[in-house]
């Protein structure tokens, strides 16, 4: 066994051989974050030809290289952070969980201030600069993780630190040395939007990337230009911790294109709440200009009424850029030619295949939804037909969710999707249509308990959607704390080719006090011959 070869003074470091340690891979990342030297872990004695090369080690890299692996495949993936895992233990969905998790936390201590046993919250004021400082010092076991775990237990070959330039569908070049594959998987991400007006180079003008990477001051006021599902979650931290918000979006907040199958009633329980925390949402405004205070610090946002073009200032000295990511395209259609759409995102078809032949395409590069499951399975999609297991992916429906100061979960038709598309639909929902939700706190269960006994209006919202005739459950929608869980095995059982019946779920076990109570409340109307709302 060799022993950890790190070298210092400009000298790659290469671990192939070496059994390396959580430990030892966050020492080593951290010192090779300030460098630029590739980090090794290429079996150079394995003579057989890459099956694939992942251009990008994000959750759709790792999880196809795993795959691939598993198929008995090689591969060999380049990324050029010097951690596996792209950017969601980097920058995005690690630290907006805990940046929602304080957020519900803080909105808690101010709802009870003074109450029971919370101390006075009046002028509670929580620190952005200092969450971001707890997740850039502890993200580093994160990213040694996804090392350690590739290298140690997956057998994954990877090249790190490096970016890889594409020279053709079958080679890439990585510092110097070039690297052949019979098939590429591109999985490089995409990167946000910025609206094109003056300013945003301003300092205090920043991104779900640019808070974590360079803030470096304590905002006092916040202006999110944007109403993407980052604004809203954000947004709603800022707000929480002190940090008066207001967001400026086009559309309804939750109705951008993104977002599919977003019931009415959930939307208005969310958007609603949002205001009653004291967010300010302003819709149908578009941003015209971040102007400065003339020392290079933002100090207002312009924007414009879009029905009557007139303007207002919003004084801050904080913005926060919402307008959603586009894929980061251009390489791969200036060296390989790639077909892409409107927004540069790589067209794929259902096995992942772009237009170029063997080089496929995954994650963001591909386009929304930007979410998890799309990155992971979209990569296992790719290796499964590289390894010649055809394997088709439908990523067009799919369960989402999103934070406000709650979690906010759905899958399947909203109500007015259903009412589209089915005469008979029925509703269950919670508090039921018609009955002041000061009346009845409901539903609750983990984390709403005490808002039910003191804030009924406070305790989420639920409803489920029945094709009456059929009696099939079409949708789910949840707004709480702990459902996310059920609404994967929600989404299973709907999709089964023969989906679910209130009176298969009304049959199952649930665990009393559960999330989101959708078995007992099917339990109440199951065996009826003439279903009802409830
Ligand atoms: C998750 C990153 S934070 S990965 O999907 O495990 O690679």
């Given at each position: 066994m060799r022993r950890l070869w790190l070298m210092q003074g400009g000298m790659l470091v290469d671990i192939t051989l070496t059994k390396t340690t959580n430990f030892q891979w966050r020492h080593l990342i951290a010192d090779y974050e300030k460098k630029s030297e590739p980090i090794y872990n290429v079996r150079?004695?394995?003579?057989r030809k890459y099956d694939a090369i992942f251009v990008g080690g994000g959750a759709g890299g790792r999880f196809g290289s795993g795959y691939l692996r598993a198929r008995g495949g090689r591969q060999l993936i380049v990324d050029r952070?010097?951690?596996?895992?792209?950017?969601?233990?980097?920058?995005?969905c690690v630290p907006h969980h805990l940046f929602s998790e304080a957020a519900r936390e803080l909105d808690l201590m101010r709802w009870f201030s003074?109450?029971?046993?919370?101390?006075?919250?009046?002028h509670l004021r929580a620190s952005i600069l200092q969450m971001v400082q707890l997740f850039k010092e502890g993200r580093g076991s994160a990213h040694a993780f996804m090392n350690w775990q590739s290298k140690e237990q997956l057998d994954l070959e990877y090249i790190l630190n490096v970016p890889a330039t594409v020279i053709d569908n079958h080679t890439i070049e990585v510092a110097g040395e070039r690297f052949q594959a019979d098939n590429l998987v591109l999985g490089t991400g995409a990167e946000t939007v910025f609206?094109?007006?003056?300013?945003?180079?301003?300092?205090?003008v920043y991104d779900f990337v640019s808070l974590i990477e360079e803030l470096d001051f304590e905002p006092q006021r916040c202006v999110i230009i944007g109403g993407s599902k980052v604004a809203i979650e954000y947004g709603s931290f800022f707000q929480a911790a002190g940090c008066p918000t207001t967001i400026v979006a086009r559309?309804?907040?939750?109705?951008?294109?993104?977002?599919?199958?977003?019931?009415e009633d959930l939307r208005q329980y969310v958007v609603d709440g949002m205001c009653k925390r004291g967010m300010q949402i302003l819709e149908g405004v578009e941003p015209v200009a971040i102007k400065g205070d003339g020392n290079g610090n933002a100090k207002e946002v312009i924007i414009r009424n879009?029905?009557?073009g007139s303007e207002e200032s919003l004084a801050c000295d904080f913005v926060f850029i919402g307008t959603g990511e586009r894929p980061k395209s251009e390489h791969y259609r200036e060296v390989l030619g790639v077909a892409v759409g409107e927004k540069g995102e790589i067209l794929v078809d259902k096995h992942m295949r772009?237009?170029?032949?063997n080089v496929y395409a995954i994650g963001d590069l591909i386009g929304p939804p930007m979410e998890m499951f799309k990155a992971r399975k979209g990569g296992m999609t790719a290796a499964r037909n590289i390894m010649g297991e055809p394997y088709e992916f439908d990523w067009t429906d799919y369960p989402d969710f999103l934070h406000s100061t709650y979690e906010i979960t759905w899958v399947g038709l909203s109500e007015e999707e259903a009412k589209q598309r089915y005469d008979n639909v029925v509703v269950i929902q919670m508090?039921?249509?018609?009955?002041?939700h000061e009346d009845i706190p409901l539903p609750c269960a983990e984390g709403t308990m005490l808002y039910a006994f003191?804030?009924?209006?406070?305790?989420g919202f639920q409803k489920a959607v029945v094709e009456?005739?059929?009696?099939?459950l079409l949708g789910f929608h949840h707004v709480g704390f702990g459902a996310k869980d059920a609404f994967q095995y929600l989404d299973y059982l709907m999709r089964q080719p023969e989906g679910i019946t209130i009176d298969e779920m009304g049959n199952m076990n649930e665990l009393?006090?559960?999330?989101?109570?959708f078995i007992q409340l099917c339990r109440l109307r199951a065996g009826s011959p003439n279903l009802r709302d409830l």
């Open positions: 150079r004695d394995d003579k952070w010097p951690f596996l895992g792209g950017s969601c233990p980097h920058l995005a003074g109450k029971l046993w919370f101390p006075d919250a009046t609206p094109n007006i003056p300013g945003t180079d301003l300092h205090g559309k309804p907040l939750m109705r951008t294109a993104s977002l599919h199958h977003v019931d879009m029905q009557d772009t237009s170029v032949p508090p039921p249509k018609g009955v002041p003191m804030y009924p209006e406070l305790t009456g005739n059929s009696r099939r009393f006090l559960n999330p989101e109570h």
